[in-house]
């Protein structure tokens, strides 16, 4: 066997343990990353956080209105949230993962479905009259972006496009314009949400999720009990939490492939919705901060090739 030879057969077997090596990442970044949700296990809705696995619940919200539809800012630093705190309004709040400093962005009547922009430096969300509207993440500078009864905004990873609802799913320009119709089939859909990878984007149809490529096309029933609600995409694009009541009042995660379905979190006696799962993002980034990435091994491997 030539030098040459045995250098790619060397090759080969090492690229082969590092994509084993960071499959079994891939499964520790998802255990590590947080969902933050809705519970009303203390006696009315307020935003509680746990890992991705269910484990290690912890309250954030403390306060007699009604805190629900938390999200995460791209850095995990702070959550985005919808409250009446301020009267019978409800309205997006913004406070830090700790629980500390609650911030009201907005005043209008009824705003919701709130949404970073992949660099955390925007807000997207529904303003009820006004429509799709994004403003500053500090609740400066809001601009329409569309005023025909749009909801449900969600931003693409690459944070060029927003996808959202108008009876059918369509999308447009960051900026609001070019939008463009992607289903067109008889029924209601509602909540669109882009896949971390950008390849797919979920939906509710019927009280049900599906999935369909980002362009579209490819439509798929992933779950078939009336009553899942609110998917959210896991950082790895292969699994959605979501929150049933049918199945029991909980939190669940369905595998994208295979359409099984796990519990995170079930309680009989109070409701547990809204789920939101934190994306790390970032190829260059390890789940820990310290460990050594897939990216750093390939440029080592390569560079002892030379």
Do not use: C
Not at 41 to 62: K, Q, S
Not at 93 to 103: L, R
Not at 169 to 192: C, W
Not at 218 to 235: C, F, G, K, M, Y
């Amino acid at each position: 066997m030539s030098l040459k030879t045995t250098r790619l057969s060397v090759a080969a077997l090492v690229m082969f343990l590092l994509i084993q090596i960071q499959l079994a990442e891939n499964g520790y970044a998802s255990r590590r990353t947080k969902i933050a949700f809705t519970s009303t296990r203390d006696g009315n809705a307020e935003i509680y956080v746990m890992d991705g696995d269910g484990r290690n619940l912890r309250r954030v919200t403390v306060n007699p209105a009604r805190d629900e539809l938390p999200t995460w800012s791209p850095d995990g630093a702070k959550i985005a949230f919808v409250s009446n705190r301020n009267k019978d309004h409800m309205q997006i709040w913004v406070i830090d993962a700790d629980g500390k400093n609650p911030i009201r962005l907005t005043d209008g009547f009824v705003d919701s479905y709130p949404d970073w922009s992949p660099d955390g430096t925007k807000i997207v969300y529904d303003a009820l009259p006004d429509g799709i509207t994004v403003m500053d993440a500090d609740g400066k500078n809001k601009r329409r972006l569309e005023n025909q009864g749009g909801a449900h905004p969600s931003w693409s990873p690459d944070g060029k496009r927003i996808v959202y609802t108008f009876g059918q799913i369509y999308v447009m320009d960051a900026d609001g314009r070019n939008s463009e119709q992607l289903t067109h089939d008889v029924g209601f859909k509602r909540m669109p949400s882009w896949s971390h990878d950008g390849t797919r984007i979920a939906y509710l149809a019927n009280h049900r999720i599906w999935v369909m490529d980002s362009n579209g096309k490819n439509e798929r029933r992933l779950t078939n009990i009336n009553s899942d609600e609110h998917a959210s995409w896991s950082p790895d694009s292969e699994s959605i939490a979501f929150h049933s009541f049918q199945r029991g009042v909980g939190i669940y995660v369905v595998d994208v492939t295979s359409g099984a379905v796990d519990i995170l979190l079930r309680d009989p006696d109070f409701g547990n919705y809204d789920p939101d799962w934190l994306y790390p993002g970032g190829l260059s980034v390890s789940p820990e901060g310290s460990r050594i990435t897939m990216w750093g091994r390939l440029k080592k491997f390569a560079s002892s090739l030379r």
